[in-house]
Structure formats: C-alpha cells, structure tokens
C-alpha cells in the first residue's frame, strides 16, 4: 500500500464534507480511464438505475485498479462525469461501498450533456499512487 496525506480542510479553505481538498504521495502513478457501467461482456448492467450502474462501475474501477496492482486505499483524485447531478447521492452511496470515508481521495463532479450513449449515466475515472 502507498503512503498517502490527506489534507481535508487546509488553512483558509472550507472542509470538505464529501473528498478531500489535497491527496498527496510518492509512488508509480496509475490513471483509470472513466468506467461506465459495463460487465465483462460489454453489456450495460442497471438501465435506469443510478444506484446500480454506480455499483457496476465501482466494481470496474476495483479490477482496473487492481490489474495496476493498486487498491482503492491507493487512489489520489477521483473524476466523475455525470448526465444529472441528481444521481450523486447513488454515487457517493456506491463510493462508501468500495472506499474508506474517513480517507476520501480528492474529487471533482461535472454535469455533462451527454455519455457515449444515452443509456449512460454516469462515468468515473480515477488517479491512484502506488508505492514503487
């Protein structure tokens, strides 16, 4: 496992409640391209359904991680790109599932217009450190 620092609320900033401000570490950089809700077939899984598709794609993101020889304690910097803010609460749900939320990695969230397919309705991808 690497070594990471978590800076939640530095000097002058608002704490977050749902990341963390500043993840730092040392290591070999991994970059998870964004995961849609896919299985292994390449079939969506959850049509519809926000809390399922963001399981699937907490799983994908778990294997990707893991062909890096990487974890979830490991990842720095989470992006996720959404088709309605309405489906963090899924998501976050899903995220709690997979990662420890007293050591959330940095995060940004952007409402898109649209995915590859409109069944889509989410997309995450994700930074991790791993030490060398």
Do not use: W
Request: aromatic share 6%; charged share 20%; glycine share 8%.
């Amino acid at each position: 496992m690497s070594r990471l620092t978590h800076i939640r609320a530095p000097e002058g900033v608002a704490p977050a409640t749902a990341y963390t401000h500043v993840v730092m570490g040392t290591g070999r950089f991994i970059a998870i391209s964004g995961q849609l809700a896919l299985d292994e077939d390449g079939k969506l899984v959850g049509e519809g359904d926000a809390a399922v598709q963001a399981l699937r794609v907490f799983e994908n993101l778990r294997r990707c991680l893991a062909a890096a020889g990487a974890t979830f304690d490991d990842v720095v910097k989470l992006t996720y790109f959404v088709t309605d803010m309405a489906h963090m609460p899924a998501i976050r749900a899903a995220r709690d599932a997979f990662l420890d939320p007293g050591r959330l990695p940095a995060a940004s969230a952007m409402q898109v217009g649209a995915l590859v397919a409109p069944e889509y309705l989410m997309e995450i991808e994700a930074f991790a450190v791993v030490a060398e």
